[in-house]
């Protein structure tokens, strides 16, 4: 019995090894994206999101290498976006929708001790506005149209980062997500929860572009206790710090966009 038992600890300490080697080396593999000049600046911004996303990265090591790639990021909107100064709306995210499906009227909003760069903050946080649909058969299409109802980008910007192929077996709160770069606020505008996703990063998108399908993708939003919808979040860069900002004057500024 002892030998068995000692066999299984040696088994057990060689595949944690590999492990550590395959992290490291998917590391090395994007970062070495990410150092890349000659790649767009948004599957830059991608492949270090999926470091932080998946704590490979110290915390200093994960402030640093933020700061390059949004640095390369608002140099390359510069360029690759022509700004309109007399676009001053967003488009609502939520096709066919508006406002008055805002959770709670927008009293959802949250920050608690979010903070982008740590982990595990204590307390309730949702810095972010769930927006609800008709779909109470859970079919992610819409009850009165019998199709899925599109989710929009409410502003110009570049794809910096996606996931696509969310199964219930993940652990990934947002499933199927999608962040986009808005230069006119500096932010970082994220959509998650969605079924089919459009987008990839480094993908420019104009305000009202669908990027993606209402979906129930995402560890809570896919048991039945959840009701289907889009949460939606914005994050002000200021200093280098992504920081919360609550978009609920913005959401209700917004322009209003009926399906075809």
């Known amino acids: 019995m002892k030998i068995f038992l000692f066999l299984i600890l040696i088994n057990t300490l060689i595949f944690s090894q590999e492990l550590s080697y395959s992290k490291q080396f998917l590391k090395d593999s994007l970062l070495a994206i990410v ?24 915390q200093a090591e994960d402030m640093e290498l933020f700061w390059d790639v949004w640095k390369d990021l608002k140099e390359a ?19 066919g929708y508006g406002t008055g499906d805002i959770g709670g009227g927008g009293t959802g909003y949250i920050t608690g ?3 982008y760069f740590k982990k595990g903050a204590k307390g309730f946080i949702h810095p972010a ?17 019998g199709k899925p109802v599109y989710i929009l980008s409410v502003n110009d910007g570049i794809v910096i980062t ?3 192929g969310w199964t219930p077996q993940s652990t990934l709160k947002g499933g199927n997500y999608i962040y986009i770069y808005d230069p006119y606020m500096d932010a970082m505008v994220y959509y ?8 990839k990063p480094g993908d420019l998108v104009k305000r009202g572009d669908k990027i993606a399908t209402m979906g129930r993708t995402g560890l809570n939003a896919y048991p039945k206790r959840s009701p289907t919808h889009l949460h939606f979040m914005t994050l002000k860069i200021e200093n280098g710090y992504p920081r919360p900002y609550n978009p609920l004057p913005e959401l ?3 322009e209003f966009r009926m399906p075809e």
């Open 35 to 58: 150092i890349n000049d000659t790649i767009n600046p948004g599957e830059k911004f991608h492949a270090y999101y999926l470091m932080h996303r998946d704590t490979m990265l110290t």
């Open 77 to 95: 909107s510069d360029t690759l976006l022509v700004k309109d100064s007399a676009v001053n709306k967003w488009v609502f995210p939520v096709e």
């Open 113 to 115: 001790e979010y903070d």
């Open 129 to 145: 506005h769930d927006i609800f649909v008709r779909d109470r058969n859970q079919d992610n299409l819409d009850d009165r149209t």
């Open 162 to 164: 996606v996931n696509t």
């Open 192 to 199: 998650a929860h969605n079924d089919s996703v459009f987008v």
């Open 252 to 254: 209700k500024d917004s």
